[in-house]
C-alpha cells in the first residue's frame, strides 16, 4: 500500500480511530498522542494487511491493540474526568451521551473493546473475528456488558 492510498483509508476512517481515543483516553492532549500511535501502528501493520477482513476491522483491532497496550504502560488515572469532544469542531454532545460515555470509561479494556464495536453496528461474527473470541462468547459478554452499563447510567 502506497502512501496515498493510506492517508486517503486513515481520513475515510479517522472516526474509528477518534472513538477509540476518546473512550481510552481523558485529555485532548492524550487523545491526540494516542491518535498519533495508532496511526504510527497501522503504518507499520500495513504491508501485512491483505484484504482478507474489512479494512474498518484491520483498523479496529490495531487501534484497540494499541490504545490497550499504550493503557498499560501509562499508569492509570481512576479519577473521573469530565469527557469533552475528540474534535474542536464537534459539540459537546447532549448530557445523555455524555453519561454515556462516562459509563464506558468505567468498564475494563475487554469490555470497552466489545461494546465500542457493538456500538458501530458490528455484526457477532465481525467482533469474534477482531477480538479473537468465539461468536456465542460475544453475545454473552455483550449482555454481561450492557447490564454493567445500565447499572453504571443509574448512579
Request: hydrophobic share 40%; charged share 30%.
Amino acid at each position: 500500500m502506497d502512501e496515498t492510498r493510506f492517508i486517503q483509508l486513515i481520513s475515510d476512517h479517522q472516526g474509528i480511530i477518534h472513538k477509540i481515543c476518546r473512550l481510552y483516553r481523558d485529555t485532548a492532549h492524550d487523545r491526540e498522542d494516542l491518535f498519533q500511535e495508532i496511526v504510527f501502528q497501522l503504518w507499520k501493520s500495513a504491508p501485512a494487511f491483505q484484504g482478507r477482513s474489512k479494512f474498518s476491522s484491520w483498523i479496529y483491532r490495531i487501534a484497540l491493540n494499541t490504545a490497550i497496550t499504550a493503557f498499560r504502560k501509562k499508569a492509570p488515572d481512576i479519577r473521573y474526568m469530565p469527557v469533552l469532544s475528540d474534535r474542536p469542531d464537534e459539540p459537546g454532545g447532549d448530557e445523555a451521551a455524555e453519561q454515556l460515555w462516562a459509563a464506558l470509561k468505567q468498564l475494563n479494556d475487554a469490555d470497552k473493546a466489545l461494546i465500542t464495536l457493538y456500538l458501530e453496528d458490528l455484526s457477532y461474527r465481525e467482533i469474534a473475528a477482531i477480538t479473537g473470541i468465539t461468536e456465542n462468547n460475544v453475545g454473552v459478554k455483550l449482555n454481561r456488558v450492557k447490564s454493567k452499563i445500565q447499572q453504571l447510567l443509574k448512579r
